[in-house]
T-cell receptor
Framework: AQKITQTQPGMFVQEKEAVTLDCTYDTSDPSYGLFWYKQPSSGEMIFLIYQGSYDQQNATEGRYSLNFQKARKSANLVISASQLGDSAMYFCAMRAINTGNQFYFGTGTSLTVIP | SQTIHQWPATLVQPVGSPLSLECTVEGTSNPNLYWYRQAAGRGLQLLFYSVGIGQISSEVPQNLSASRPQDRQFILSSKKLLLSDSDFYLC????????????FGEGSRLTVL
């Protein structure tokens, strides 16, 4: 069974500082993809970054980077130089080949950026 | 470019009334389509997904059903709403991208009174 765990219900970070949001996953499938989404108070889900299980390097997208540690089955999101607009819910998700086209989401982390 | 729209954005319905939430995707063909449900402050629960017209897979037993009458149209329905159906519903699609990420609609907030 596929499982995504986010152990931080809420996080606070000072503006302009970096913050790491934790995500661990469990799958027996050797081929999978890991995703992070941002959900502001408006409710829309915004795709941030993707990491493939066979990717050798950690993914980066602007201020977002994914700290992928395959042996530990973790895929932490790092947001650098936090901005007030980063305050939102953040969800980690996984899709594995064996589950077809199904995406599994974690319970999310609420990030608050303090001015 | 591809876009996804779902409506209505907000819906207030009495218990026992029917429901129809609609989702359409533009700019792509044969997308995989999904309906998710989200309780306030919680994660996403997959309700239904579809890989083609008339092909619907259900993840959990619900008072809800889904249909895909056209390639890029996905509908979430109920014949009789319950109070417990109140939640935020999200439609999403994937397919065609190398990374295969999900793209979400704007969401529909359903309140059953």
């Amino acid at each position: 069974a596929q499982k995504i765990t986010q152990t931080q219900p809420g996080m606070f970070v000072q503006e302009k500082e970096a913050v790491t949001l934790d995500c661990t996953y469990d799958t027996s499938d050797p081929s999978y993809g890991l995703f992070w989404y941002k959900q502001p108070s408006s409710g829309e889900m915004i795709f941030l970054i993707y990491q493939g299980s066979y990717d050798q390097q950690n993914a980066t997208e602007g201020r977002y980077s994914l700290n992928f540690q395959k042996a530990r089955k973790s895929a932490n999101l790092v947001i650098s130089a936090s901005q007030l607009g980063d305050s939102a819910m953040y969800f980690c998700a996984m899709r594995a080949i064996n589950t077809g086209n199904q995406f599994y989401f974690g319970t999310g982390t609420s990030l608050t950026v303090i001015p | 470019s591809q876009t996804i729209h779902q409506w209505p954005a907000t819906l207030v319905q009495p218990v026992g009334s029917p429901l129809s939430l609609e989702c359409t995707v533009e700019g792509t063909s044969n997308p995989n389509l999904y309906w998710y449900r989200q309780a306030a402050g919680r994660g996403l629960q997959l309700l239904f997904y579809s890989v083609g017209i008339g092909q619907i897979s259900s993840e959990v037993p619900q008072n809800l059903s889904a249909s895909r009458p056209q390639d890029r149209q996905f509908i979430l329905s109920s014949k009789k709403l319950l109070l417990s159906d109140s939640d935020f519903y999200l439609c999403a699609w994937s397919g065609g991208q190398a990374t295969g990420e999900l793209f979400f609609g704007e969401g529909s907030r359903l309140t059953v009174l």
